[in-house]
């Protein structure tokens, strides 16, 4: 099963599904956990040059196919072969991150993203799209109390472009209602937690 984590900056879905992964190993699921842009050397450094706050100069779309060729390199070298083998993927972040973040925040077109991204993935949709939905006011608040926080490129943008990269999530949730599941992140940290392996749970038993 793939399943990914989506949601503004600070949603707190990095942290949320440390607790549902212990509990899955509990229960004999074998758990591969990795993240986008990223997740393997290659796609790394990929992540280096698109988050690197010195990149301000950085076009759009150039932007976004960097985004569509780490995403790429990363299920080559580690989700497909990870899936194969029977084990359960939770990637936090996949394609819905562009959709949100370059087709509706950068305005480049949530469609047009996709192009590139199917493309890229050769249709490789999630099973489950869990999305840790929160006020962008509140996570970027939650983001400069975190000092421990990695502080990337895409943080430093006005709160404007944040809201609309939460309501095209919003949108997409609505567009894919087949896989997404929607996590009110502004409530506790053991109750995201643990509607967060409710809705693991729900899916691995249909």
């Known amino acids: 099963m793939?399943?990914?984590?989506?949601?503004?900056?600070?949603?707190?879905?990095?942290?949320?599904?440390?607790?549902?992964?212990?509990?899955?190993?509990?229960?004999?699921?074998?758990?591969?956990?990795?993240?986008?842009?990223?997740?393997?050397?290659?796609?790394?450094?990929?992540?280096?040059?698109?988050?690197?706050?010195?990149?301000?100069?950085?076009?759009?779309?150039?932007?976004?196919?960097l985004y569509a060729a780490s995403r790429r390199q990363h299920l080559v070298e580690k989700v497909w072969p990870a899936i194969k083998e029977g084990k359960i993927v939770i990637c936090d972040r996949y394609l819905d991150s562009s959709l949100a973040y370059q087709g509706g925040a950068r305005g480049l077109g949530v469609d047009n993203i996709l192009n590139i991204n199917l493309f890229a993935t050769e249709n490789t949709w999630p099973d489950l799209t869990l999305l840790f939905d929160l006020d962008p006011k509140i996570g970027l608040e939650r983001i400069n109390k975190n000092a421990n926080r990695e502080v990337n490129r895409?943080?430093?943008?006005?709160?404007?472009?944040?809201?609309?990269?939460?309501?095209?999530?919003?949108?997409?949730?609505?567009?894919?209602p087949e896989r997404f599941v929607i996590i009110d992140a502004s409530k506790s940290q053991e109750e995201v937690a643990k509607a967060t392996l409710d809705a693991i749970l729900n899916r691995l038993c249909k």
Request: hydrophobic share 35%; proline share 5%.
């Open 2 to 65: 793939f399943i990914t984590l989506e949601g503004p900056e600070g949603s707190g879905k990095t942290t949320a599904v440390e607790t549902a992964v212990k509990r899955l190993q509990e229960l004999g699921y074998e758990i591969v956990r990795t993240r986008e842009p990223g997740g393997t050397p290659i796609a790394e450094q990929i992540r280096n040059v698109i988050l690197d706050k010195a990149n301000t100069a950085m076009d759009p779309r150039t932007e976004a196919l």
């Open 154 to 176: 895409l943080d430093l943008e006005k709160l404007e472009f944040h809201n609309a990269v939460r309501n095209t999530f919003l949108q997409l949730a609505k567009r894919y």
